[in-house]
């Protein structure tokens, strides 16, 4: 399965940004999904995650309480919700599947989609 993430704008601080991560090649229920960004001149950052099932969900101390990650298995998308934002995120945002056990953990994760650009203006 392929992920490709999608919905990435120019939006002003405090305001609010829903990202798609659409599959294609196979079944977005099948498999955990994980989100990632990397701004400019930035090392990669795991940015949270939700299982297969959708039950469960993991959020970074940087997005935590801000960003919210669901599913929708019917539409074969996953999205990333995110509120109150900030100078600080931008960057390009991807997501990717896993099956592994460690889906919360971004090692879980090999093959980060091409992303959205995220731009958050103070």
């Known amino acids: 399965v392929q992920l490709q993430a999608s919905g990435g704008g120019l939006v002003q601080a405090g305001e609010s940004l829903r990202l798609s991560c659409v599959a294609s090649?196979?079944?977005?229920?099948?498999?955990?999904v994980g989100w990632c960004r990397q701004a400019p001149g930035k090392e990669r950052e795991f940015v949270g995650a939700v299982s297969r099932s959708g039950v469960s969900r993991y959020s970074s101390n940087s997005v935590k309480g801000r960003f919210t990650i669901s599913r929708d298995n019917a539409k074969n998308t996953v999205y990333l919700q995110m509120n109150s934002l900030k100078p600080e995120d931008t960057a390009v945002y991807s997501c990717?599947?896993?099956?592994?056990?460690?889906?919360?953990?971004?090692?879980?994760?090999?093959?980060w989609g091409q992303g959205t650009q995220v731009t958050v203006s103070s």
């Open positions: 090649g196979g079944r977005v229920r099948d498999y955990h």
């Open positions: 990717a599947p896993s099956l592994r056990t460690d889906w919360s953990s971004g090692v879980a994760y090999a093959y």
